[in-house]
């Protein structure tokens, strides 16, 4: 044998990191898991002798599927124009949580859900604006600033010079544009228990109050379930049609949950999760709402009876 090809379990160790990159370029765990799967039936697909000249195995497989998600954003489009309302990225839970409510998180790390790293590269908030991107800024950005590949890889990838790798990843990080005032942690969890119980108590002032002026709400119902089809704008608006929700919702149960690793609100009834929510927060108060409806992306949210 060649010195290349690597081994059946140092190939398959490769998957957990590649659902992390496809997840980061899609914003689906299931296309995600797709793509990391064609990848690797590409790679078997390759004749022995093939396989064993290949010096990184994991290289080639980060560039197949990097390649594959390529593709895929650049159908997204047409996908996206046939989508009834808002297309929001996939919410995740976090394991613990899932482990402890009886989810499927128990079923161990064959579920690609469970292999995702939960950190600020998958926040809601981060997610929607890779949305704004071309899909090669997208892969460019994604590849090189959040996990560290050199733009001399990324050229294999897009089909470009690293030279122009790292000007779609410079145009991409103008996308990103400033931080804003960070939040911690604790804060942000604050303010969104003041949310839930002002929401419980259908207290429209206190909501007003948590909500910036110039909040913007956005919902993913995917034409599955009733909700919003358009953004709704303004601190006021938002709070009025929570209430109206709350009101017509009985029975509902609000968590307080993680969701892609920062705090946001889950809704349920009889145990089963109809709705999850996100929150960006700065300066103290609610700026973005994304609340995800269509029950194909809540599937990770699920029990296990």
Not at 23 to 38: I, K, M, N, P
Not at 112 to 127: G, K
Not at 249 to 261: D, F, H, I, K, T
Request: net charge neutral; aromatic share 6%; with cysteine.
């Amino acid at each position: 044998m060649g010195s290349g090809g690597g081994g059946t379990a140092e190939v398959a160790g490769e998957r957990r990191r590649l659902i992390n990159v496809a997840y980061r370029l899609l914003g689906s765990v299931t296309e995600a898991e797709d793509a990391v799967q064609d990848a690797y039936a590409r790679w078997y697909g390759l004749p022995q002798g093939r396989r064993e000249e290949i010096l990184s195995p994991g290289a080639w497989l980060t560039t197949v599927t990097g390649r594959i998600c390529l593709d895929l954003l650049g159908s997204a489009r047409a996908r996206r124009e046939r989508y009834v309302g808002a297309w929001l990225p996939e919410p995740l839970p976090d394991r613990a949580e899932r482990d402890h409510t009886g989810g499927p998180g128990a079923a161990g790390p064959a579920d690609p859900a469970d292999q995702i790293v939960l950190d600020e590269s998958v926040a809601m908030a981060f997610l929607v604006v890779l949305e704004s991107m071309t899909p090669a800024e997208r892969v460019a950005f994604v590849l090189h600033d959040v996990f560290r590949y050199p733009f001399a890889e990324i050229a294999g990838v897009l089909g470009r010079t690293p030279a122009a790798c790292k000007q779609l990843a410079a145009s991409a990080r103008r996308r990103v544009g400033p931080a804003g005032a960070a939040v911690t942690a604790t804060g942000r969890a604050d303010v969104v228990r003041h949310v839930k119980e002002a929401w419980e108590t259908k207290d429209i002032a206190a909501l007003v109050a948590l909500l910036d002026p110039a909040a913007v709400m956005t919902a993913d119902g995917g034409g599955m379930v009733g909700t919003v089809l358009r953004p709704v704008e303004g601190g006021t608006r938002i709070a009025e049609y929570m209430v109206a929700i709350a009101d017509r919702a009985p029975g509902l149960e609000l968590l307080e949950r993680s969701v892609n690793g920062v705090p946001g609100l889950v809704a349920q009834r009889s145990g089963v999760v109809m709705t999850v929510a996100s929150f960006d927060v700065r300066d103290g108060r609610v700026t973005r709402i994304w609340v995800v409806r269509n029950p194909e992306k809540l599937r990770p949210w699920a029990r296990e009876d």
